[in-house]
């Protein structure tokens, strides 16, 4: 595990849109696996500017959703599939065409969660997966004592994670759904690339435990260390635990 520790977010932010923009370079239509949360958005914030500058050539990349709430309609503003096409599709001019999701609101789930990984499958793999973490070392909404050898299926929000969701949901928590469809930790790991983006003196003991704990289920993000190829791009508040 390569572990980069940068000066502050939009440094993180340059750093992982660069990775992605030589990808394109060599494979431009490349599958990228996105998060949603808010340390990802200096990335694309990032990746746009090259877009725009001309620098990047983005028209043949594909996009996968790394996990969707269960329930919100397609169209609700806070469905990841909504918040992915205003952050990531509209900026980067991706047409929907080029976007792979799960369906939050099918009516049977498991059949919805199944269909998805082969999906992924049948696209080639994910060529580059960017991941946040959680406070609890939650990569995708895979809760501390998920699987490592997970597949995408439906999982329940903790109480810590409904909470520091609220946010986006007018601070009101019982808005927030108690379910997500999430690529399973097992799906995460077959993209060829991992890049894991934290940010702030809040993932702090949750980057130290990715890092430097041991390979366990209580810290899901662990499950990096068994990646072949896998980036912690960290700032040095996030840093700041690591021996
Ligand atoms: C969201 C996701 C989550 C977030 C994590 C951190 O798609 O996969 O694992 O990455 O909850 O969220 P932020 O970045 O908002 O702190």
């Given amino acids: 595990m390569e572990v980069v520790i940068v000066a502050d977010a939009k440094a993180g932010g340059e750093t992982v849109a660069e990775a992605m923009a030589q990808l394109l370079r060599r494979k431009p239509d490349a599958l990228l696996g996105v998060a949603t949360g808010s340390t990802p958005l200096p990335v694309y914030e990032a990746l746009a500017a090259k877009v725009r500058s001309g620098a990047t050539d983005i028209s043949r990349a594909r996009v996968a959703q790394l996990d969707e709430y269960v329930g919100l309609p397609a169209d609700h503003p806070e469905s990841y599939r909504s918040v992915l096409r205003r952050e990531v599709l509209e900026p980067l001019g991706i047409p929907m065409e080029s976007f792979l999701g799960p369906d939050g609101t099918a009516e049977d789930v498991l059949g919805a969660c199944e269909r998805y990984d082969r999906e992924l499958a049948e696209a080639g793999g994910v060529d580059l997966q960017l991941l946040g973490i959680g406070t609890d070392g939650h990569i995708g909404f895979n809760e501390p004592c998920s699987s490592l050898a997970s597949r995408t299926r439906i999982k329940t929000l903790t109480e810590q994670t409904r909470v520091d969701n ?59 260390q068994l990646h072949p190829h896998a980036t912690v791009v960290v700032d040095e508040a996030a840093a700041s635990k690591l021996k």
Wanted: glycine share 10%; proline share 5%; net charge negative.
């Fill in 166 to 224: 609220a946010r986006f949901f007018d601070g009101d928590i019982d808005q927030v759904p108690h379910h997500v469809i999430t690529q399973g930790i097992g799906t995460i790991l077959e993209a060829r690339h991992l890049v894991l983006l934290a940010t702030g003196e809040g993932k702090a003991d949750a980057v130290a435990a990715t890092v430097e704990g041991p390979v366990a289920a209580v810290c899901p993000a662990s499950a990096l």
